[in-house]
């Protein structure tokens, strides 16, 4: 009850090797200060985040869209079909107590902005394009979208301020 | 089961008297063009929004976030109490046509990315600030958001790519 | 804002004829009450009680659990899809001051503990099979399933319900 | 991805000691037999589970209404709050294989409802009180609500069950 949980959002169909490189440091890095990995549970970026959290021997979780765990990466431990379609994109978030953002594109987007709905700090990793290059750094009324120029200063940076936050305002 | 619904977005705390007078606008135009209106039934762009199309007889519906309809501003004709907090923003833009954007902050972002995860057109009025002004003309992935300088612009262009798009394909 | 909403409950593919006139005709109570009828928006018992509402000239509102519109029945006058598939029920109930329940299966089960669960008034028609038959007059945890034997009671039973129940203490 | 779900539905405000005792020895049976429990995270029914499901090395997860983690009982592993209030029963019993029905009011007779409505099998516990004995061995519209007669009957049959079961037909 007393781990810290991570959130890693980004693009299911991302190819880019070295996107994905990222992606799967910053996994690595969760599961190393042992904190548990929350994800979408598909391919791309949470497929290779999740492998590098299991590869650093950490706990995934997976919020799945649809009504089948058979959707999951075979790096998710936990994995939850939600059958909510793209509105489990909320659960995805306020699942993690901060969110680290690689690459992305439009279910990325609203994931960006659900998290800072609910108050929930939110690392953005530069160099990885899409969602996160367009908004890392950015304020969005009086929400910080905070910019991490490597996988483990995102993860660090995250850590940093989930502890720092406090979630019951809502 | 014929009339195009439209959906407006955009931030509930929203002051500036321009900003309001756009919404009113767009909200009026809706209602001209007999479209129903869509939006998350509480204040600021909403209300403007939601104003402007009973001024012009024209229908609103909002889809609120928390459990009771008593949270709805005075001029939504159908009020839906979702109790799903957030996520409720999936429902907002999934019950629109086509999404119109006017400022916003985290909530509206969000909503955004969940509008072009659905597939449905967005159309961002430029000069009003917040994400409308941030994300108008970018293209995210391959979906694009909209950009338009006026009301009746926004309205009409939302109306014409609503009856071009098919959201079958999810 | 100050119409009273009904909800009415039952299974999307009843065919017995006596039960789709019941749904008929307390559809036409709820509009002739000048209150709003909200139903899952398909077919079966909603499709009929929908029906019965448009005759006597009333609104209906259907709340979908798919991503379009197209799967709403043609009496419905605002449709929202909603992409939660059947967690889509509890918002079915939450926006009726008030449900009543016509026969019935898994669907209507879970919407019927949903409207106890969010505090709501729940009226079961005798006679009509499936859940409402089940459930009628029994108490669950102290919540009451009310029975009416007829549409009319069903409708005067939700209206009263309805307007003495405050429904502000989730 | 190999492991079987089951999903423990009961009262958050069962006092009955009899009744806990059931939930703690169900709970115990599913982690020997290396199946994860997921339930709603709350107190009553699904603490006993939860604790009997930890103290046989089991693993936890807590499905939340509300949106932190502080309102898991001590015994989950992963807490995933959802901010979906009620709606999150809907996830609560599609993340099981099976369900297992324990007393229980009204948000327990929704799981049910949707339980069924997702196609998953579903086992009361009889002489557990509530909506458990309420339905147990009935059939509702095709669905039936298995009777078992103890815990350890309970947890084998929801086992077969899951396994017998293929929940690709929505």
Do not use: Q, W
């Amino acid at each position: 009850m007393l781990r810290v949980y991570v959130t890693v959002v980004g693009g299911s169909v991302e190819r880019n090797e070295n996107v994905l490189k990222i992606a799967e440091d910053v996994g690595m890095y969760i599961a190393e200060r042992d904190a548990i990995l929350v994800c979408g549970g598909k391919g791309g970026v949470m497929e290779a985040a999740a492998r590098g959290a299991k590869k650093a021997g950490g706990i995934t979780v997976g919020i799945l869209p649809g009504v089948s765990r058979d959707e999951a990466n075979p790096y998710i431990d936990i994995a939850i079909p939600t059958g909510l379609l793209h509105a489990r994109n909320a659960i995805n978030v306020l699942a993690g107590d901060a969110v680290i953002v690689i690459g992305g594109g439009p279910g990325t987007l609203s994931e960006v902005g659900l998290a800072l709905a609910y108050g929930k700090p939110v690392v953005a990793v530069k160099g990885t394009g899409g969602v996160a290059d367009l908004l890392a750094g950015k304020t969005i009324r009086g929400s910080r979208i905070h910019a991490a120029h490597n996988p483990k200063e995102a993860v660090e940076l995250a850590l940093k301020l989930a502890l720092g936050n406090r979630f019951d305002d809502f």
